[in-house]
């Protein structure tokens, strides 16, 4: 079992940037591959980005794309997304997802408990 905490939300001005971290427990971090969601009010949560279990490889949803970087500390058993140039589109709460490396984002496994973040637009 896996526990994900999300942090580093807020209130950024339009075009600001906010570094979104998650931190997972345990000794399998390493194990999963790591993603963060949104869902703002009013609609269904989607895909933001992903990264590999080893941090190799990433994606990106479209709608962010060049604004967002998604990263992992195997040390600190932590994943980031940092994002840039913050648009209101993106105000939503953010929720950080693991799933089992090589099972894909279909139903992921473990999702933290989200944190919000507002453009103040």
């Known amino acids: 079992q896996a526990q994900l905490a999300e942090s580093g939300g807020g209130l950024v001005q339009a075009g600001g940037s906010l570094r979104l971290s998650c931190a997972a427990s345990?000794?399998?971090?390493?194990?999963?591959?790591m993603g963060w969601f949104r869902q703002a009010p009013g609609k269904e949560r989607g895909f933001v980005a992903a990264?590999?279990?080893?941090?190799?490889?990433?994606s990106y949803a479209d709608s962010v794309q060049g604004r967002c970087t998604i990263s992992r500390d195997h040390f600190k058993s932590t994943v980031y997304l940092q994002m840039n140039n913050l648009k209101p589109e993106d105000t939503a709460v953010y929720y950080c997802?693991?799933?089992?490396?090589?099972?894909?984002?279909?139903?992921?496994?473990?999702w933290g408990q989200g944190t919000q973040v507002t453009d103040s637009s």
């Open positions: 990264v590999s279990r080893s941090g190799s490889t990433t």
């Open positions: 345990g000794r399998t971090f390493s194990n999963y591959a």
């Open positions: 997802a693991a799933t089992i490396a090589g099972t894909g984002w279909g139903t992921p496994e473990y």
